[in-house]
C-alpha cells in the first residue's frame, strides 16, 4: 500500500479532493510552454497544417486513431507535481518534449491515414497486430531507432513510426548520419518525405473533432485513490539483494568513509535511467531496485571510501545490472527467488507498455530516459499510452468506449486506463 508520510505537506492536502474538481487547465501551466515548443518544432519542419490539441488526461497518451494528445495531470500543478515527484519521479523537460513528440507522431499518423497505406504497412508492419504484454525486443537491432527506454520502437509497428517521427522531430537529432547504413534509416526517410509531401495538405482526420479520452474534467477518484491504484507492491522480488556482494562493493572499515545510503541517493537518478535504458527492464522494477541496494546498504551499515566513489559506482552499476538481467532472464534477482512481478519485464503491464482501449496509442509512460529517451508502455483499451514508471494504472478492464467528440462515458470505477503510447 502506497505511504504518502514522505511527501511534502502542501501536497498532502490534495489527497482527498477528486481531480476534477482541482480546476487543472493546461493554459498557463508550465506544460503550454513545451506544447509551444511543439507547436514550433512543428511548424519549423513544414507541418504548418498540422497542429494536433493537447488536452489534460491520466497520462501520455493518444486515444485510438484520433489525433490529439493526453499529457498526465499532474503536472499542471506544482503541490502534484511535488507528489509525483516523491512517489515516481517526475519528468524533466527533456523527457516532457520527448514523449510531447512521441504522441505527435501518433497523432500525424492518425490524422492522415498513414496506417492505412501499403507503404507504411510494407514498412512498419501491420498496424492491427496484437499489443502483447511481454515483447521481447532485440537489443541493439540496428531495424529501429533509439528513443525510448525499453527499444519500445520494436513494441508495435505503430511505436515503430511514432519513435521514426520521434527522432525526425528532434532539433539536432543529425538523424541522417546517427542512422547511416542502418536499416532504420529507411524508416527516417519515408517519415521526411512523407512530411514534406503533406506539408501544405490538411490532415484527412480533422484535428478539431478529435475525441478526448478520459478528460481531467471526469477523472471521479481522487488524488489518493489515483496513486493508490496505480501502484504496484513490487517488494516480494526485492526481499533478494544478496548481502555478501554487497559487502564485496561496499566497505565498514576505512578512511574518510560516507554511507553507501547516501552514495546510492546521490546517483540514483542517473543509476535508474542507465540501467532502464540499456536494459529494457521496466522503469519501476530499476527504480524499485536501487532503493532496495540502498535500504539494505543502510541496514547492513555500511559505507564508501570518497577516494574510490568512482571505481565503487562502475562495480554497483554492473551489480544492478546483472540483477535486472536476472530479473529479465529468470523471473527473479538470484536462483532462490524466481519470482516476477505479475506483469512481463517489458510491458509495464499496465502503465508501462502501450495496449489498447479500444485499440492503441500513447506513452503512459513516465521518466526513464537513457541517450536518447527513456520510459515503459502500456496499453489499456483504446489508447496508447507510454509508460515506465507506472505498472499499469489499471488492472481492470474499462467497458465503454469514446461516445462524444470530447471525452468518454466514464466507468463505474470513476477512470480508465490505458491508451497507446
Known amino acids: 500500500m502506497q505511504s504518502f508520510e514522505h511527501t511534502p505537506p502542501e501536497a498532502r492536502e490534495l489527497l482527498s479532493r477528486p481531480i476534477r474538481e482541482l480546476g487543472l487547465r493546461l493554459e498557463g501551466s508550465m506544460l503550454e510552454k513545451y506544447v509551444q515548443q511543439l507547436y514550433a518544432e512543428l511548424a519549423a519542419k513544414g507541418l504548418t497544417k498540422f497542429r494536433p490539441a493537447v488536452y489534460l488526461s491520466d497520462e501520455w497518451a493518444c486515444p485510438d486513431k484520433e489525433p490529439i494528445i493526453g499529457v498526465p495531470f499532474y503536472l499542471a500543478d506544482p503541490k502534484i507535481a511535488e507528489l509525483e515527484r516523491a512517489i515516481n519521479d517526475l519528468e524533466d523537460e527533456r523527457e516532457i518534449l520527448m514523449y510531447l513528440r512521441h504522441e505527435a507522431g501518433h497523432a500525424f499518423n492518425y490524422a492522415y491515414l498513414l496506417y492505412e497505406t501499403k507503404e507504411w504497412l510494407d514498412l512498419f508492419g501491420p498496424f492491427d497486430r496484437p499489443y502483447v504484454d511481454d515483447y521481447k525486443p532485440v537489443p541493439f537491432s540496428r531495424k529501429y531507432v533509439r528513443h525510448i527506454a525499453g527499444w519500445y520502437a520494436q513494441k508495435h509497428p505503430d511505436e515503430d513510426f511514432a519513435e521514426s517521427f520521434a527522432v525526425w522531430l528532434t532539433p539536432d537529432s543529425d538523424w ?124 547492513l551499515e555500511l559505507s564508501v571510501e570518497r577516494k574510490r566513489e568512482p571505481q565503487t559506482l562502475v562495480e554497483v552499476v554492473a551489480f544492478a545490472t546483472t540483477l535486472a538481467m536476472n530479473y529479465l532472464t529468470r523471473g527473479g534477482l538470484t536462483d532462490s527467488r524466481r519470482q516476477a512481478i505479475s506483469s512481463a519485464p517489458f510491458s509495464t503491464s499496465r502503465a508501462t507498455t502501450p495496449r489498447r482501449r479500444n485499440r492503441r496509442s500513447g506513452c503512459g509512460t513516465r521518466s526513464g530516459v537513457g541517450p536518447e529517451g527513456g520510459a515503459g508502455v502500456a496499453w489499456s483499451g483504446g489508447r496508447r499510452s507510454i509508460a515506465s514508471k507506472w505498472p499499469t494504472r489499471s488492472g481492470r478492464t474499462a467497458t465503454t468506449r469514446p461516445c462524444t467528440s470530447f471525452g468518454t462515458r466514464a466507468p463505474s470505477w470513476g477512470w480508465q486506463r490505458r491508451k497507446r503510447t
Open 176 to 299: 541522417r548520419r546517427r542512422y547511416a547504413r542502418w536499416p532504420a534509416l529507411r524508416k527516417l526517410q519515408y517519415v521526411d518525405r512523407v512530411a514534406r509531401e503533406l506539408a501544405d495538405s490538411p490532415p484527412r482526420k480533422a484535428l478539431e473533432v478529435a475525441a478526448r479520452e478520459l478528460p481531467v474534467e471526469e477523472m471521479a477518484s481522487t488524488v489518493e485513490q489515483f496513486y493508490r491504484e496505480h501502484q504496484r507492491d513490487d517488494t516480494a522480488l526485492l526481499d533478494d539483494v544478496p548481502d555478501a556482494e554487497l559487502e564485496d562493493i561496499f566497505v565498514r572499515k576505512g578512511e574518510d568513509l560516507r554511507p553507501a545510503s547516501a552514495f546510492l541517493l546521490e546517483h540514483r537518478k542517473a543509476m535508474i535511467d542507465k540501467i532502464t535504458y540499456w536494459t529494457g527492464v521496466r522503469r519501476v522494477v530499476i527504480r524499485k531496485l536501487v532503493e532496495a541496494i540502498g535500504r539494505r546498504a543502510r541496514d
